[in-house]
């Protein structure tokens, strides 16, 4: 359990963040490319709770979370920003960001009912939570931007 404790956690937030940030400054302007390139980088917290012992099932609550979240907050951003440019993105993303915690929150439960069911250990640490989190949203948003961008052709400028 030391593993998966608040030190180990709050590091690999740090070094996975640094990682994300840096990849993501090298994409950010090759449209086609950045929605799988987030969807990617989301397996990248499933190093750690690897590494601590955990299985990447038992994170599925905070998975299926992040990825309902962010999911559809970023829908929410793309319709704001098409209405009102930047402000609306912000407005939409903060907006969209409440609602999208209520329904992300339905999901995240019913799964965890789930494993609980089937005799998966869930309980949450702060390494399984914010690992899954921040895998679910990466994995999230990009499957949106990937869908955004790519297949319906929505255009960013």
């Known amino acids: 359990m030391e593993k998966q404790g608040f030190i180990p956690a709050l590091t690999s937030v740090i070094i996975i963040s640094i990682v994300i940030i840096s990849v993501i400054c090298f994409v950010i302007y090759n449209v086609r490319l950045i929605g799988p390139v987030i969807i990617l980088l989301g397996f990248i917290p499933w190093i750690p709770l690897k ?9 599925g609550a905070d998975i299926i979370f992040g990825a309902i979240d962010t999911g559809m907050l970023g829908i929410a951003a793309l319709i704001g920003a098409s209405f009102a440019g930047v402000l609306g993105a912000i407005v939409g993303g903060a907006v969209g960001d409440s609602i999208t915690d209520g329904f992300a929150g339905l999901f995240e439960g019913r799964t965890a009912e789930y494993l609980r069911k089937h005799g998966i250990e869930e309980a949450r640490t702060p390494l399984s939570s914010s690992m899954g989190k921040m895998s679910g949203c990466l994995i999230g948003v990009g499957i949106v931007l990937t869908i955004a961008w790519t297949i319906i052709g929505i255009s960013i400028g």
Do not use: L, V
Request: proline share 0%.
């Open 51 to 59: 590494i601590s012992g955990r299985t990447i099932k038992s994170t």
